[in-house]
């Protein structure tokens, strides 16, 4: 172990009280990127970050993205920028991680309050964002700060990108990307995001690839206000009857996505990738943890694996005008907006999924013969990502898990998107890792969210080790 870690760890541990109220601090900022209303706590928060990185010293700044396109009364969260650092004899790395959240409600089934970091006798801390991504992100700031207390050279340039809409498409962050690769990012040699899950709760893994993501929107209206269902039962086309048909058209209860020309663009799988499933430290009983159930559609791992990180799948999330409250209110809403989403794999194309889509919608309402009117549209679209995990930087961060952990990673695969992963590499032109924090039961964009202590403390010292191995690294690759 290179000889500075073990001073470093140590910090780690001495520290970890503040560091989890750092945490605290930071779930407290309701921070949802989709609710319009919340906005200003997503600004707070990355107010927030801007104010803890310019008390480590961080050279810091909010940079605006400006209105948000459909929504002109609203200015998009700024990106908050960090450099810390800037000594060429050292290598630089750029992290990316987002201070946005899911939105969650106590209602929802949360056992505590979502926005009050809760920490039970076992250590999870529950709490929205405690592992997707505030406890990430401030892993990094956490780092900052340990090896500043320990006295502690910092091994490399370290540049920081972080944003408040990744919950809702990045808005604005692809063309930031862009536009900063040869200014702001020019100097990183390769990146690092800190924003997916471990595959069980025991083993660290590597990621190397994502799934890309479509979300769609599927409008039916009708009558001009929402109806009594005694008078105008049996008498008018009703809105939801047709979306719960057009919804049950889109996928089959084994996964199986109904909308053709989509299984056929999937790219077949090799020999050789059909060998790499098996040395996986990943078991049904690791999945059923994860569920909180034993619902799942495989009875074996290869093919449970393969279902999340390199098929597609549909899953239907929502229906907005929908009467979802307790009780038993005899109403025919007037217009109900299905929300469904597709997670895409190579060699998926954006646009020939969407066309897809608008197809099926429109043949399968054709055949409802209903005098509604249905619409469909993609909100927003990522593409999916893979890449090649022979580079220094997946080899700091294997040395940097032994080094934490006494294992060997994983590498793996995700079945999330983080769709400016693909941008950053092709911006950039340089490698980019993925070093995930969080276990396989956090339930990230669940009720009752969490992030164990164990991952926290320990992950924060993943993140400084594998800068560590990064400047160990020979220079000439
Ligand atoms: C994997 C990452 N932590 C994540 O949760 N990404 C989101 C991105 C997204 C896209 N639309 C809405 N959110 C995800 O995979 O759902
Ligand atoms: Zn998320
Ligand atoms: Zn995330």
């Not at 779930?27 to 906005?39: G, H, K, L, M, T």
């Not at 060699?347 to 999924?353: S, Y």
């Not at 993140?463 to 160990?472: D, F």
Request: proline share 5%; glycine share 8%.
């Amino acid at each position: 172990m290179t000889p500075q870690l073990e001073p470093y760890f140590k910090q780690v541990d001495g520290l970890a009280d503040h560091f989890i109220e750092r945490l605290r601090q930071a779930v407290a900022i309701p921070s949802v990127s989709a609710e319009d209303e919340r906005r200003p706590d997503v600004v707070k928060m990355g107010h927030f970050l801007h104010e803890e990185l310019k008390k480590l010293g961080v050279e810091t700044e909010l940079r605006p993205l400006g209105k948000q396109p459909h929504k002109e009364h609203l200015d998009l969260p700024p990106i908050v920028l960090g450099r810390y650092g800037n000594d060429k004899n050292k290598r630089t790395i750029l992290v990316y991680g987002h201070y946005d959240v899911q939105p969650a409600n106590k209602e929802d089934g949360w056992n505590t309050e979502p926005f009050e970091l809760s920490i039970d006798d076992k250590g999870r801390m529950f709490g929205r964002g405690s592992t997707d991504d505030k406890g990430p992100v401030l892993g990094w700031l956490n780092a900052i700060e340990a090896h500043q207390k320990a006295g502690l050279d910092f091994p490399v340039n370290l540049l920081m990108c972080f944003e408040g809409m990744e919950e809702h498409g990045s808005e604005g962050l692809d063309d930031f990307i862009m536009e900063e690769a040869q200014k702001y990012f020019k100097t990183a040699d390769a990146v690092c995001i800190s924003d997916n899950y471990w595959l069980g709760t025991e083993k660290p893994c590597l990621t190397y690839g994502l799934r890309g993501v479509q979300y769609y929107s599927l409008e039916v209206s009708g009558p001009g206000q929402d109806l009594h269902s005694g008078v105008f039962g049996g008498t008018a086309h009703e809105p939801m009857t047709d979306l719960a048909k057009i919804m049950s058209s889109l996928v089959d209860v084994d996964g199986t996505i109904k909308i053709k020309g989509i299984a056929e663009q999937v790219a077949p799988v090799t020999d050789e990738e059909k060998g790499l499933y098996k040395d996986i430290a990943f078991t049904m009983d690791n999945l059923y943890e994860s569920l909180g159930s034993k619902t799942g559609i495989f009875p074996d791992k290869e093919r449970t694996l393969m279902g999340r990180w390199r098929y597609p799948s549909l899953s239907l999330h929502g229906i907005e005008g929908a009467y979802s409250a307790p009780g038993a209110k005899t109403v025919i809403p007037a217009k109900v907006i299905g929300k469904f989403s597709i997670r895409t794999v190579p060699n998926l194309d954006i646009d020939e999924v969407n066309k897809c889509v608008e197809e099926h919608v429109n043949a399968e309402f054709a055949k409802l013969n209903s005098k509604n009117t249905c619409k469909v549209f993609c909100q927003h679209a990522g593409k999916w990502w893979v890449a090649s995990p022979k580079h220094w930087n997946f080899t700091a961060a294997a040395k940097a898990v032994e080094s934490v952990f006494k294992v060997k990673p994983d590498l793996t695969r995700e079945g999330g998107s983080i769709p400016v992963t693909l941008t950053f590499e092709q911006a950039t032109g340089k490698n980019v890792l993925l070093l995930p924090m969080g276990s396989s039961t956090d339930a990230a964009h669940s009720t009752n969210e969490k992030l164990d202590r164990y991952n926290y403390i320990e992950g924060i010292k993943l993140l400084g080790s594998y800068l560590h191995y990064v400047a160990e690294e020979p220079m000439n690759n």
